[in-house]
């Protein structure tokens, strides 16, 4: 496989030079609308939080509006510690008329409700994250992975090595020894951008782009980062990024906060989704201020 062009995008350079091109500082008169609207869809029973740290990690990160909407029979109706966040019913978030992008996955289950909800989802044209149990779902229902790949509105997929390895019917081992051509086939094969999460996370986009980012550490492999990943990136591609620049500065905040938090003494060891949010927050002003 011949690779078009490598970087890496933990270099100031790169990362500042992005961020100048598509992040400029906020205008003083600026509003909410400005600066995009998420909504994060997920939460089947038992797992609620996940949908709450995506949608946290959205509003941190800069999201004008951040809805949320649930699977879960008792859905809460506001999430206590973070109320900015508008709470929907999954009828309700599909009448939403100004949203800029829908993260799909996060605590979605594998049930027919779920599949059901995201085929409705995959045929709007509107930009999607795709992660977690979507992933799932799209490697076990050839139907859906259909639907990704005809879709023309731009697609984020967030897979670890393990849903790499089931939507490309193979092991995680190859996965792991093979991390950038198996991103390129992702990204190819569902005509998308891939960003394969692990040590040194590789973003691959379809037209043969890839870049590796090596911010990041071990207190990042606890339960709950990869929702922050995806509210980070749906977050960015809500506030006009493309897919593929929101991956990669993305990629880059979520690991820099890390980073970060252990520097601090937070961390690796004990190291939580939730502290990664808070983090992520100051990451994203620094990086704006050097611009």
């Not at 003083?28 to 400005?34: C, M, N, R, T, W």
């Amino acid at each position: 496989m011949r690779i078009i062009k490598t970087e890496l995008i933990n270099s100031n350079l790169l990362v500042q030079s992005l961020f100048q091109a598509v992040l400029p500082l906020r205008n003083s008169d600026a509003h909410k609308g400005v600066f995009g609207s998420v909504a994060i869809i997920g939460g089947a029973t038992g797992m609620v939080g996940a949908v709450f740290l995506a949608a946290r990690a959205a509003l941190h990160c800069g999201a004008g509006r951040v809805y949320a909407a649930m699977l879960c029979d008792d859905a809460p109706s506001v999430d206590i510690y973070q109320p900015e966040i508008m709470l929907r019913s999954l009828t309700a978030i599909t009448q939403l008329t100004q949203l800029d992008c829908v993260v799909i996955g996060p605590g979605l289950g594998q049930s027919e409700p779920a599949i059901k909800l995201l085929e409705s989802w995959l045929a709007k044209n509107i930009p999607i994250l795709l992660d977690a149990d979507a992933l799932n779902l799209i490697a076990s229902h050839a139907h859906l992975a259909n639907a990704v790949y005809k879709r023309t509105a731009e697609t984020v997929i967030t897979p670890h090595a393990g849903e790499a390895a089931r939507l490309l019917a193979t092991h995680s081992d190859n996965i792991q020894q093979n991390r950038i051509a198996s991103a390129l086939n992702l990204a190819k094969s569902l005509h998308a951008t891939c960003v394969l999460k692990g040590a040194d996370t590789v973003c691959a986009h379809h037209d043969g782009n890839w870049f590796i980012n090596t911010t990041g550490n071990v207190g990042l492999a606890s339960g709950g980062t990869g929702d922050v990943l995806s509210g980070i990136i749906g977050s960015l591609m809500a506030q006009g990024l493309s897919g593929l620049d929101a991956a990669k500065l993305g990629v880059y905040v979520h690991g820099a906060a890390a980073d970060a938090l252990v520097e601090n003494g937070v961390g690796p060891v004990g190291l939580t989704a939730s502290e990664v949010i808070l983090e992520a927050r100051k990451v994203m002003n620094t990086l704006r201020h050097k611009t």
